[in-house]
């Protein structure tokens, strides 16, 4: 079992920053490549970034990239979610995933074994 804790959403202005963290705890963190899913009200669950259990691949979904940045410290057991230049598209539930079937940074929800229990960020236009 992993645990995953959410935190660092919030309300911001569109073209704001946020940064979200997620601490884990449970196995060993390292062993798991994570991801990065958001969900808008009547909208399904998608795709945002995803990391490798080595910090070395990154994915992200076209929506974010050049925006949004992943990153892991694996010393510290946590995944960050760095959220530059903020569009009121982008409000929606995040949530953290651990992946402990992939060493790349899989897409697919249902490639994630375990989920926090998600962040709220809205962005205000």
């Known amino acids: 079992q992993v645990q995953l804790v959410e935190s660092g959403g919030g309300l911001v202005q569109a073209g704001g920053s946020l940064r979200l963290s997620c601490a884990a705890s449970?196995?060993?963190?390292?062993?798991?490549?994570m991801g990065w899913f958001r969900q808008a009200p009547g909208k399904e669950r998608e795709f945002v970034a995803g990391?490798?259990?080595?910090?070395?691949?990154?994915s992200y979904a076209n929506s974010v990239k050049g925006r949004f940045t992943i990153s892991r410290d694996n010393a510290r057991n946590a995944v960050y979610l760095q959220m530059n230049s903020l569009k009121p598209e982008d409000t929606a539930v995040y949530y953290c995933?651990?992946?402990?079937?992939?060493?790349?940074?899989?897409?697919?929800?249902?490639?994630?074994?375990?989920w926090g229990q998600g962040t709220q960020v809205t962005v205000s236009s």
């Open positions: 995933a651990a992946d402990s079937g992939n060493s790349y940074p899989s897409r697919t929800a249902g490639d994630y074994d375990f």
């Open positions: 449970g196995r060993t963190f390292s062993n798991y490549a």
């Open positions: 990391i490798s259990w080595s910090g070395g691949r990154t």
